[in-house]
């Protein structure tokens, strides 16, 4: 799914960019461009960076 629509981002992309080690919303739209645009994706991308981050640290435990 679309998360950016501005920048044709996936979620998928998203969660990519954060197993490869972006970490918060700043490194997800210097890796991406996501949010650079309108921004209106900004409350979603960072609900996503969230959930993922959470995800990555239960799979390391």
């Known amino acids: ?5 501005c920048k044709a981002i996936s979620d998928k992309d998203i969660k990519s960019a954060i197993y490869a ?6 490194s997800i739209q210097d890796a991406l461009g996501a949010g650079t645009g309108c921004g209106t994706c900004h409350d979603f991308t960072q609900q996503l960076i969230d959930e993922t981050l959470a995800e990555k640290l239960s799979y390391a435990a």
């Open 21 to 26: 080690g972006a970490e918060d919303l700043d």
């Open 1 to 5: 799914m679309f998360v950016c629509v």
